[in-house]
């Protein structure tokens, strides 16, 4: 059983239960026998920082209740997934002003809008298009077969998982890592490429925040940035 700020790797397949439709998991093998593989999609195990409600909250409920190893199927509720349809979110716009955006809507076509937002097209008719921003799986229930493969226990291990979570594995081994014996310091170097980032500031913030608030809540976290000859050239 594990409890709050547990850093837990899982596994998963997840489909709709009325039809069986799968869509997604983390394994590529599963991914392209249901024929949703994506090329711009890492298959891993995916990292869940429990309390941190990173995923939806029926399959976190579940998790909390699970052992290292262990795998088990869990049925999800839309309460418990992705909501119930609001039908305020229902919308009729402009075919005009969709195309004037660039968009030439047509029925299920995913539309993104620069505030972030997400719709799916559910009809054309004339000059008027129906948009749903509902969550494409509102409504629905949901089944994750999910597997515990990995659990983290060392501090070190997982501020690295944290790095590894915002700059992604191959950039994360970049940095270096020291944790005093104290547990009170922790010092993080970072490599030179990372100087001119474009709102690396803020990456740091969300970094110091995550490590403090899920693995070191009494160390303090610096950020040590080495300048020498070469890093100039």
């Known amino acids: 059983m594990f409890k709050d700020k547990d850093f837990v790797y899982i596994d998963y397949v997840a489909k709709v239960k009325d039809t069986g439709e799968i869509f997604d998991t983390t394994i590529e093998e599963e991914a ?6 994506s090329n ?22 579940a998790i909390y209740q699970m052992n290292a190893g262990e795998e088990k199927e869990v049925e999800i509720p839309p309460e418990k997934a992705y909501g119930k349809k609001d039908p305020t979110k229902v ?11 660039g968009v030439n ?20 008719t004339g000059g008027r298009v129906v948009l ?11 089944i994750y077969k999910v597997k515990v ?27 270096g890592i020291e944790l005093g014996e104290d547990k009170k310091n922790l010092k993080i ?16 913030y969300m970094l110091a925040r995550d490590i403090i608030n899920y693995v070191l809540p009494e160390s303090v976290v610096s950020f040590i940035e080495n300048f020498q000859k070469d890093t100039f050239s």
Not at 132 to 138: G, I, R, V
Request: glycine fraction near 4%; charged fraction near 30%.
């Open 189 to 204: 170097t970072v490599p030179k490429d990372y100087y001119k980032v474009e709102d690396f500031q803020l990456v740091i």
């Open 91 to 101: 919308r009729i716009v402009s075919l005009g002003d969709l195309k004037k955006r």
């Open 132 to 142: 749903d921003f509902n969550h494409p799986l509102a409504d629905k229930t949901v």
């Open 32 to 37: 392209k026998k249901a024929n949703i593989y």
């Open 40 to 61: 711009n999609v890492k298959y891993e195990p995916k990292l869940v920082i429990l309390g941190e409600h990173s995923i939806i909250s029926g399959l976190e409920e």
């Open 149 to 175: 493969v990995k659990v983290l226990q060392d501090e070190k291990d997982k501020v690295k998982a944290v790095l590894e979570k915002w700059l992604g594995k191959n950039n994360a081994d970049k940095f």
């Open 105 to 124: 809507p047509y029925p299920n076509m995913m539309v993104r809008f620069t505030d972030g937002s997400v719709a799916t097209v559910k009809s054309v």
